[in-house]
């Protein structure tokens, strides 16, 4: 029974002297371990963090060359240019809108001059068509011709009529004057009518004023024209070679005056 004892201690001492030198083997190791992560394992330790970091499944990306010292210089110049030629493109493009919308300022601006002036002419035809015409009865009206009365005037009595050989009656006078002779204004006057007729040739009327009109007879080579203003004494033409229905009295100026609708007898007028 004591050598079983003895035997047992002994292997309790082989056991125990075991776990002692697996303890230090692990020791030292650990120690190594240690040291050499320290000393060379760092850097695989940041090898892993960044393989760890970079996705496998992307490229690596181009590193594209750095440009030389003389290309930078060269770009660096040009930018300036390139902003310039921009910017004078701007102003360019700014100063043609400009001249662009000027010309049409121009174009609307002549249009509507254009537009303006026949209104203006207008204005003033219509002023000249209406002038301040006012007919002096005291003054009385001067003689368009010289001449003897071949034929009164007479809306109450009837005359006789040589070339028609018949009496009837007379609205205006007729007056004697060689052809050729000038018929002038019988007093301040415009033109209203240059009419033909049968019996009374080219005949010019004209108003005076205050309603009063006096219309011209038996003319030839007439120098005025609808609307003319005419002072007293201004040509109004020549006389004609007669019509046939006044060959017998031979040539002459028919001189009418009226007021309003109504004939008045021109020798009350003529001084």
């Given at each position: 029974m004591f050598e079983e004892k003895e035997t047992f201690w002994k292997k309790k001492g082989f056991y125990a002297s075991a776990c002692v030198l697996l303890v230090?083997?692990?020791?030292?190791?650990?120690?190594?371990?240690?040291?050499?992560n320290f000393g060379t394992g760092g850097n695989n330790k940041?090898?892993?963090d960044i393989a760890t970091e970079m996705p496998v499944a992307t490229p690596a990306a181009?590193?594209?060359p750095k440009p030389s010292a003389a290309a930078q210089k060269a770009a660096q110049a040009n930018a300036p240019v390139a902003k310039n030629n921009t910017s004078e493109g701007d102003k360019g493009a700014k100063k043609a809108k400009k001249a662009a919308q000027a010309v049409k300022k121009t174009d609307a601006a002549k249009t509507k001059?254009?537009?303006a002036k026949p209104g203006k002419k207008a204005a003033k035809t219509?002023?000249?068509?209406?002038?301040?015409?006012?007919?002096?009865?005291?003054?009385?009206?001067?003689?368009?011709?010289?001449?003897?009365?071949?034929?009164?005037?007479?809306?109450?009595?009837?005359?006789?009529?040589?070339?028609?050989?018949?009496?009837?009656c007379n609205p205006g006078i007729v007056i004697s004057a060689k052809e050729g002779t000038e018929?002038?204004?019988?007093?301040?006057?415009?033109?209203?009518?240059?009419t033909k007729d049968?019996?009374?040739?080219?005949?010019?009327?004209?108003?005076?004023?205050d309603q009063y009109t006096a219309s011209y007879g038996q003319?030839?080579?007439?120098?005025?024209?609808?609307?003319?203003?005419?002072?007293?004494?201004?040509?109004?033409?020549?006389?004609?070679?007669?019509?046939?229905?006044?060959?017998?009295?031979?040539?002459?100026?028919?001189?009418?005056?009226?007021?309003?609708?109504?004939?008045?007898?021109?020798?009350?007028?003529?001084?």
């Amino acid at each position: 029974m004591f050598e079983e004892k003895e035997t047992f201690w002994k292997k309790k001492g082989f056991y125990a002297s075991a776990c002692v030198l697996l303890v230090g083997i692990m020791a030292v190791s650990a120690i190594a371990y240690r040291k050499w992560n320290f000393g060379t394992g760092g850097n695989n330790k940041m090898m892993a963090d960044i393989a760890t970091e970079m996705p496998v499944a992307t490229p690596a990306a181009t590193v594209l060359p750095k440009p030389s010292a003389a290309a930078q210089k060269a770009a660096q110049a040009n930018a300036p240019v390139a902003k310039n030629n921009t910017s004078e493109g701007d102003k360019g493009a700014k100063k043609a809108k400009k001249a662009a919308q000027a010309v049409k300022k121009t174009d609307a601006a002549k249009t509507k001059g254009k537009e303006a002036k026949p209104g203006k002419k207008a204005a003033k035809t219509s002023a000249a068509a209406q002038p301040k015409l006012s007919f002096n009865e005291e003054a009385g009206l001067l003689w368009p011709v010289e001449g003897d009365i071949l034929l009164k005037y007479s809306m109450n009595n009837s005359v006789y009529f040589k070339t028609l050989a018949q009496y009837k009656c007379n609205p205006g006078i007729v007056i004697s004057a060689k052809e050729g002779t000038e018929v002038k204004a019988a007093a301040d006057c415009q033109v209203t009518k240059v009419t033909k007729d049968d019996e009374l040739g080219s005949v010019v009327t004209t108003d005076i004023g205050d309603q009063y009109t006096a219309s011209y007879g038996q003319l030839d080579n007439i120098s005025v024209n609808k609307g003319d203003i005419l002072k007293e004494g201004d040509v109004i033409g020549t006389i004609a070679k007669p019509t046939k229905y006044y060959t017998e009295e031979g040539s002459n100026l028919f001189f009418q005056i009226k007021n309003g609708k109504d004939t008045v007898d021109p020798m009350l007028l003529l001084r």
